[in-house]
């Protein structure tokens, strides 16, 4: 009998043949925009953590007493003893950033993705997803048992087609997409959702800390509210540069996840301190509005620079600028040309992408100077990149 281990093995080599394989790279002190990787220091290009607070001296701080008031590790699920003041405190902090009566956190957004959506619909009802949704909110639709419809990216005439077919249910998209940068047609997607009587939920992730007023995210940079979107989710390790997730929403959504969200009880409470650490974390995003002029400012010498230099810009406005390569092994080339000048951007392929669109995803970081910008397009005018028009065209 051949080991079912011999399987995997055939498996890992035939996505080492398709450019597929993904490694890891370890990181010798903090995340940054200049990292030590590997024991050399680059300039990179590639975390989410937009507005540079990763590792900001004040939140550290304030991790460092966390732990001192609340010890280490939670202990318990927040429904046994894990619930500590330091978890209160940050959820009512959250609940006033977004507006919103309530906001319960979760250790992951992965867990608060398929932790809602499992609270919110299961077998006999339907749900119905942007094709470019984060990965998290299509395994929290297929756990749920739903029936799922994914309409294509941004396409609102063919989900208005769809509710029609299939009646109400839950509409769930990412606020700014992941790997496009792109923003969701939030107000379409708001007047589909009242006019089909469905739910509309926003997983906020890359929008939070960065758009609208105050970094209020997505739905302040369309003006909606709870009424719109009753569903809001968002993560604290991206713009907030800490760990974990909430869900903000009026009493009745909370308490029935608190009820319900099975990712939610049957899991230990984030470590009190990194909850008592990312209020801190929260009130530096919300006053230090030069992190989001700067950073508005990079994207737009990123693009302008890239625009002269005729490279594929994508329709972003936001920190995530994606430059398509299409199939893998060109995205890869891109990236290990840049890495051996010193510049870092990972090659992002499928799976996390559709097949045919690999690419680099660049992030841009208000802890970014406009050297670096520079430096970033000094070394993109150097890829062969007419090829890549030339076949597409
Ligand atoms: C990162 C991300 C998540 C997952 O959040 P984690 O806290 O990293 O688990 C969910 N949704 C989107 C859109 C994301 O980008």
């Not at 009190?272 to 801190?280: I, L, R």
């Not at 509005?289 to 594929?312: C, E, N, S, Y």
């Amino acid at each position: 009998m051949p080991s079912p281990l011999q399987g995997l093995d055939a498996a890992l080599q035939q996505l080492r043949r398709d450019g597929l394989y993904r490694s890891r790279r370890v990181l010798d002190g903090a995340q940054g925009v200049r990292p030590v990787i590997d024991g050399r220091r680059m300039l990179s290009f590639c975390s989410n953590d937009y507005l540079g607070l990763a590792a900001h001296p004040t939140i550290a701080a304030a991790l460092r007493e966390g732990v001192e008031r609340f010890g280490v590790g939670s202990g318990a699920a927040h429904l046994v003893t894990g619930h500590s003041e330091a978890h209160r405190a940050l959820e009512h902090a959250l609940a006033d950033f977004v507006g919103r009566p309530r906001a319960l956190l979760f250790s992951t957004g992965y867990m608060a993705n398929i932790g809602v959506i499992g609270a919110l619909a299961g077998r006999g009802d339907r749900i119905y997803a942007d094709r470019l949704n984060h990965a998290s909110l299509v395994d929290g639709a297929r756990i749920s048992g739903a029936r799922l419809n994914r309409y294509p990216h941004g396409d609102i005439g063919r989900l208005r087609n769809l509710l029609h077919e299939e009646g109400p249910g839950l509409i769930v998209t990412d606020g700014v997409f992941s790997m496009d940068g792109d923003l969701a047609p939030l107000p379409a997607l708001a007047r589909l959702a009242a006019d089909s009587g469905s739910w509309l939920m926003v997983d906020d992730a890359h929008g939070l800390g960065v758009l609208g007023e105050r970094g209020r995210g997505s739905l302040r940079h369309f003006g909606l509210g709870l009424s719109q979107v009753p569903i809001l989710m968002g993560t604290l390790g991206k713009a907030f540069g800490t760990f974990g997730a909430f869900v903000a929403g009026d009493e009745t959504l909370i308490e029935t996840l608190i009820q319900r969200a099975r990712s939610y009880i049957y899991s230990t409470a984030l470590p009190p301190g990194v909850a008592y650490a990312t209020s801190t974390a929260l009130r530096i995003a919300s006053a230090e509005d030069w992190r989001r002029t700067h950073l508005a400012a990079l994207v737009t010498r990123f693009r302008a620079g890239a625009a002269g230099l005729g490279l594929p810009l994508a329709a972003s406005t936001t920190p995530i600028q994606p430059l398509i390569a299409g199939d893998s092994a060109k995205a890869l080339a891109w990236s290990r040309f840049l890495e051996e000048h010193g510049v870092l951007v990972t090659a992002i392929r499928p799976p996390t992408v559709p097949r045919g669109s690999a690419r680099l995803r660049i992030t841009l970081s208000a802890a970014h100077t406009a050297a670096d910008v520079d430096r970033l397009l000094e070394l993109l005018a150097l890829l062969p990149i007419e090829e890549q028009l030339v076949e597409s065209t």
